[in-house]
C-alpha cells in the first residue's frame, strides 16, 4: 500500500522490545509531533475548510493515542523519558524544504507529503511490532494503531492530490519513497520508532 522501497527488518522488534520504556517514550512523543504537524497545517490553511476539518480530527486523533501509549507507560511503571531529538524526521524535514520552491502550492505539498511519508513509516514499524514482539498485550495495542496511522497517510496523500494544481503529486510521491529508502538504511538500530 505505501511503496515502502525498503522494509524493516524484523530484528528490529527485538531490539525494542528489549527496552520497552525507551520505545514506549519515543512513540508518545511520535504521537504529539504529529498532533503538531496537523495543527501546523490548520496554521498555514486556514482558507481551506475541508483540510482543517480533516487536520482536526487527525490532531485529536493523535493526542489520544498520546494518551493511550502515556497510560501504558504509567501502567506499567516506567518513567516517561524527556523527548529526543528524531533524526530520522529531521532528515525528511530538510528534504522537504529543499524541494519546496516557496510558492504556497509547493509547501503544502512538500508538507503534506512529508507527513504521509512519515505515517506510511510509523505503520510499517508497527506492523513490525506487531507481528514480532512477544508482549501480547501491546502486540494487538500496535495492530490497532497501525490502522489508524494507515488511514493518515491516506488523508495526507488524498490532500496532496486534491491540492496539486501544478505538481506531480505521483512523480513527487516517488521521489520521496527514493529518499527515503536511502534515509531508512541509516537506522533500525535504535530502541525508537524511527531509529
Known sequence: MFKLKLPTDPRWANIAEG???EILSDHAWCEQKAATNATHLIIQNSEKPELVSAMLEISIEEMEHFKMVHDI????GYEFKRERKDDYVGE???YMKQNSD??????LIERLLFAAMIEARSC???RVLSDNIEDQKLAKFYRDLMESEAQHYTVFIGFARKYAETIDVEKRWEEWLEFEAGVIKGYGNKETIHG
Do not use: D, P, Y
Open 19 to 21: 527496552n520497552l520504556e
Open 73 to 76: 507507560i504509567l501502567e506499567r
Open 92 to 94: 525528511l524535514a530538510r
Open 102 to 107: 516557496g510558492s504556497r502550492e509547493s509547501g
Open 124 to 126: 510499517e514499524r508497527f
